[in-house]
């Protein structure tokens, strides 16, 4: 499944009846690095710096299994 799909609503989690909420929730944005930690499936994918869509592509790659 597409994730564009899922655009405005909860992402569907493969393989269970979870649902996975997305929100952003700011009107502004800034060019300031943020800390993003992970425990699990590809944590090992969030280690340095990455543009700001790698979040989204890991999480994907994750929810798409």
Do not use: Q, Y
């Not at 929730?25 to 944590?43: E, K, Y």
């Amino acid at each position: 499944m597409p994730v564009a799909c899922c655009r405005g609503r909860p992402f569907p989690i493969k393989g269970s009846n979870l649902t996975f909420n997305l929100d952003w929730t700011t009107s502004g944005h800034t060019g300031v690095d943020v800390p993003v930690t992970a425990d699990g499936p590809l944590a090992e994918e969030f280690t340095g710096k990455h543009p700001n869509t790698h979040v989204h592509d890991v999480l994907a790659r994750i929810l798409n299994r």
